[in-house]
């Protein structure tokens, strides 16, 4: 009986092993599969995204016309390029775009060929480039106001200055913008103590516009992606500083309507510092005339009177918000001032810009520059 049971058990551990072994087979044959319909699918995938990446007929030479809309989603160009038969796909179109972090597409009307890969119609999306020509362009200046920027669309695109700066002020355009911005424009702007929210937020620029009359919103757009472009590349540098993008744009108005031709931006950004660690107020010029919306050549002891939030006369700190546009030069200034211990400047007649340590100091070059030659 002994030997009996020992057989059978034996026998039965023989046939658990010979099942294990076809289990094991199956497990194999069955991961082999798997990891073979894996590597078919991705590679599969890469061969289709890599394709649709590619244009959709290298050797065409047609040029469609493509209306991109301001507002448009990357949903929205994806499908309408694809559409005009630009693409293959607008998914991978969308997915590229994400994976990228690409940003700032332009509205606008584009001549783009089915011969142009996924890259390069990102980048004439994202730099407004069209093979048409420009009606017209729009040059902005260094330094202008908001209401002067105004009077230059409207010139431009024939409409009333009155309309274009309403427009520009318009509280629920505003909030569009915002929306779409909401990198550089925050509520700092809505401060009821800022007389135009998107005064200096408008950046010097050339802008191309391939409308006879493009809208309001069109060229604004423009200027905004320009104006995002340029802050966002120094938002370390703001970081470092401690400044939102509206006090450096704050600041940075202040240099620019301060310098000269042969102004040392730096410096002057070193004075206002140094005034603002100190506690003392920055009593800028440039600030009692955008309080009085006037431009003067020379600001009266009656003109430090008026009462404003922008008179850094009788308040310290910042303005508000910027008073002017301001370009690169007085940005960096703004975010890397020379460190100095002056705590006054002074504009010549000839351009020239005089710092001085102290009060006295600067009262004496004032006597010499300015008193002596009224």
């Known amino acids: 009986m002994t030997t009996d049971k020992k057989d059978v058990i034996r026998k039965k551990m023989l046939e658990h092993q010979s099942e294990a072994k076809v289990v094991r087979k199956i497990v194999l044959v069955i991961s082999i599969l798997l990891l073979?319909?894996?590597?078919?699918?991705?590679g599969g995938g890469y061969l289709y995204i890599d394709s649709?990446?590619?244009?959709?007929?290298?050797?065409?030479?047609?040029?469609?016309k493509v209306d991109i809309p301001i507002g448009s989603s990357v949903t929205g160009i994806g499908e309408t390029l694809q559409s005009h038969g630009i693409i293959k796909s607008a998914k991978v179109f969308k997915y590229y775009v994400k994976l990228k972090n690409e940003a700032g597409f332009m509205a606008g009307e584009y001549q783009l060929s089915p011969s142009m890969d996924v890259p390069e119609i990102v980048s004439r999306l994202k730099t407004g480039k069209v093979m048409a020509k420009a009606s017209f362009k729009l040059t902005i200046p260094e330094g202008k106001q908001l209401e002067e920027i105004a009077a230059m669309m409207a010139k431009a695109t024939k409409q009333k200055q009155e309309d274009v700066l309403n427009k520009l002020n318009n509280i629920e355009f505003i909030k569009t913008l915002m929306a779409k911005y909401p990198d550089i424009l925050t509520e700092e702007i809505l401060n009821s103590s800022v007389k135009y929210p998107l005064e200096g937020y408008l950046y010097p620029a050339t802008y191309p516009f391939y409308k006879q009359n493009p809208s309001v919103e069109e060229m604004v757009t423009a200027m905004l992606n320009q104006t995002r472009k340029v802050v966002l590349a120094y938002s370390e540098e703001s970081k470092k500083k401690n400044l939102s993008v509206h006090q450096l744009l704050?600041?940075?108005?202040?240099?620019?309507?301060?310098?000269t031709e042969k102004a040392d931006r730096k410096t002057i950004a070193s004075v206002f510092y140094n005034?603002?660690?100190?506690?003392?107020?920055?009593?800028?010029?440039?600030?009692?005339?955008y309080a009085q919306g006037k431009h003067k050549e020379r600001v009266l002891y009656e003109d430090l009177e008026v009462d404003s939030p922008y008179n850094t006369y009788k308040n310290t700190g910042l303005p508000p918000g910027p008073i002017a546009n301001s370009g690169k030069a007085s940005i960096e200034a703004s975010l890397e001032p020379e460190k100095?211990?002056?705590?006054?400047?002074?504009?010549?007649?000839?351009?020239?810009?005089?710092?001085?340590?102290?009060?006295e100091e600067h009262n004496k070059e004032k006597a010499k520059h300015i008193t002596s030659k009224k």
């Open 275 to 289: 005034r603002m660690k100190k506690g003392m107020m920055l009593q800028t010029d440039p600030t009692v005339l």
């Open 250 to 259: 704050t600041m940075a108005s202040l240099v620019e309507e301060e310098a």
């Open 340 to 359: 100095t211990d002056y705590y006054y400047f002074l504009a010549t007649s000839d351009g020239d810009v005089i710092f001085t340590k102290t009060l």
């Open 52 to 64: 649709a990446l590619k244009p959709v007929d290298a050797e065409s030479k047609t040029l469609k």
């Open 36 to 42: 073979l319909l894996i590597v078919l699918i991705s």
